[in-house]
């Protein structure tokens, strides 16, 4: 009857319960109601050592505080169960053979062996201290005993893991949900003293840790700028308001020459040269934040208790880290985008008040500078009148110069406020024809080009995205440069062609005329500016300037290539359309 409580109340607590010392009590008096007079004892693997954790009574006080101090995991008994993974019966037993010392009262025994995760980590053991063998029935309850618990432990250890792997899913939930409301905080806020409190307030939510300082460095000092929890001492908390030294404070100095986490569990009381104030700590975590290649700050973890940093913590620490530097980055470019913001809007204020002086200053050389040319003109008309016929060739001549230079002076200011003029109105894009703004500047240069032979070689030109009017302006400045400086020549050829590249568009002409010294080529494309002599080949020196302004204005680039007499390529780029 007492046998078959045992067996009853051993099957319903491996049921309900999965600590491995209570089945194993229950099997030890299973055994003990069903086989009489033998000694079980319950090993347990600890520290390289089989340790005894449970015994039936009137054991020898002797072998049990020897079981109790633990036999060597390697002694030949024990180990042999687990070399032939199954249950080892010793009809005579050893002491000295076996490696147990203080067993020498037995004369029997038997060991059930238990593995988790393919280590040893139990034994169930009978001994008998009668002189005999061991029967066919002792042999048989036993093994149905020991594999009994086995069964036991291994549902106590499915049970343990789902409930490991159940809180392990709430945590994870838990972890998820506080993740989303705080990628939700990151997106609210661009200060960055902001953004650290809440990712200091999610680590504190989170994690068991008892304070997190967040420190900046002020020359070779560190300095806390926001701390949740407790410095869990007063000269601790003194040391910290008067700065930490960078060279003396390894736990701050690391991470950030290194830009790694440091984790220190245990934290070692040498690290900070704070001994004295920091027994009561027992791990920290260092995280340094890179922003834009640089330490922002080190965000520090500090715990009391005695435990460690799990692989949880650690993946919830390096995550946190990985978003608040994602944010305070982010926060870091909105800010020098504002900045930038504001230094355009300052700029193109200044542009519109430059534009405003050009249009005064359009206006002036339109009206003010056109009437002293007038005067001077007019009484230069006025005054050869007047001395018609009295006049010798000396005098002539000084007449013919200032009318000469008058006219040049009406020249300049046109040229002027039409390059104002090319700078200040609008541009409508649209889709251009090259070959058409040839063609058309072509019938324009017709009539001025009767007596001269001029050889065209066009080859066909692409569309292109710009504005048609200054584009046409453009190709009639280039065409007529080239057909002024061909002059000289008896055959003019003049060649026009396109390459598409990458990104853009280069359009170039190319003539046979007198070229140009390249060591001067960055002088052309200036406003006045001329490499040739005024009685050589009229002009002023603004068609390529302006050419030059319409082409940046389009987001393009101007260029020329010469050598003298033998020729000029004079071209532009622009962007592609996609």
Not at 140 to 148: E, I, N
Not at 227 to 252: C, D, F, I, V, W
Not at 446 to 475: A, C, F, N, S, Y
């Amino acid at each position: 009857m007492a046998s078959l409580d045992a067996f009853a109340r051993f099957t319903e607590a491996s049921s309900r319960t999965t600590d491995a010392l209570t089945l194993a009590t229950l099997a030890r008096d299973v055994l003990r109601n069903v086989l009489g007079d033998v000694h079980v004892v319950y090993y347990e693997v600890q520290e390289n050592r089989w340790v005894g954790r449970g015994f039936t009574e009137g054991m020898d006080q002797t072998f049990v505080q020897a079981a109790i101090q633990g036999f060597p995991d390697d002694a030949p008994g024990f180990q042999k169960p687990f070399e032939d993974h199954q249950v080892v019966f010793f009809d005579t037993w050893d002491a000295q053979r076996e490696g147990a010392d203080n067993t020498e009262m037995y004369r029997a025994g038997a060991l059930y062996p238990y593995s988790h995760q393919d280590r040893p980590s139990a034994l169930l053991t009978i001994g008998l201290v009668e002189d005999r063998r061991w029967t066919e029935r002792e042999r048989a309850v036993f093994q149905a005993v020991g594999r009994s618990l086995e069964l036991a432990f291994e549902r106590a250890q499915t049970i343990s893991s789902l409930a490991a792997k159940s809180a392990e899913v709430e945590a994870r939930n838990t972890v998820l949900s506080a993740f989303e409301d705080w990628t939700r905080d990151l997106t609210l806020s661009a200060d960055p003293e902001a953004l650290v409190q809440r990712a200091q307030t999610l680590l504190y939510r989170l994690l068991p840790i008892q304070a997190t300082l967040y420190y900046q460095r002020e020359g070779d000092r560190w300095f806390v700028r926001n701390m949740l929890g407790e410095y869990g001492s007063e000269g601790l908390r003194r040391a910290h308001e008067a700065g930490l030294p960078h060279e003396q404070t390894g736990n701050l100095r690391v991470p950030f020459e290194t830009g790694k986490v440091v984790y220190l569990d245990p934290y070692r009381l040498e690290t900070d040269g704070l001994a004295e104030h920091m027994t009561h700590v027992s791990a920290t975590a260092m995280i340094p934040l890179n922003v834009g290649d640089q330490i922002h700050g080190v965000l520090g973890l500090a715990r009391f208790g005695g435990e460690t940093w799990t692989v949880i913590d650690r993946a919830i620490i390096e995550t946190v880290a990985h978003s608040l530097e994602l944010a305070l980055d982010r926060a870091s470019k909105a800010a020098e985008l504002e900045d930038e913001r504001a230094k355009l809007t300052a700029r193109t204020a200044a542009l519109a008040t430059a534009n405003e002086e050009l249009e005064a200053f359009a206006y002036s050389v339109s009206h003010d500078l056109r009437t002293p040319v007038r005067h001077i003109a007019g009484f230069n008309k006025l005054l050869r009148n007047l001395v018609e016929g009295t006049l010798d060739s000396r005098a002539e001549r000084y007449l013919t110069v200032v009318d000469e230079a008058a006219q040049r002076m009406n020249v300049l200011i046109d040229a002027m406020l039409n390059l104002s003029r090319t700078s200040r109105l609008p541009l409508r894009p649209g889709p251009v024809d090259l070959g058409a703004l040839v063609q058309q500047a072509r019938q324009e240069f017709e009539p001025d080009l009767i007596g001269r032979e001029v050889r065209w070689d066009i080859e066909k030109l692409p569309l292109v995205m710009g504005d048609h009017d200054t584009l046409q302006q453009v190709m009639l400045n280039l065409l007529s440069n080239a057909l002024k400086y061909t002059q000289p020549r008896d055959v003019a050829v003049i060649r026009v062609w396109a390459e598409e590249r990458n990104t853009e568009t280069a359009v170039f002409v190319k003539d046979n005329g007198v070229g140009f010294d390249t060591r001067y080529s960055d002088r052309l494309f200036a406003v006045f500016q001329r490499l040739h002599r005024q009685e050589e080949f009229e002009g002023v020196g603004v068609g390529l300037a302006n050419v030059r302004r319409i082409i940046q204005r389009h987001g393009g680039t101007v260029f020329a290539h010469s050598l003298p007499g033998e020729g000029a390529t004079f071209g532009f780029t622009l962007p592609g359309s996609t």
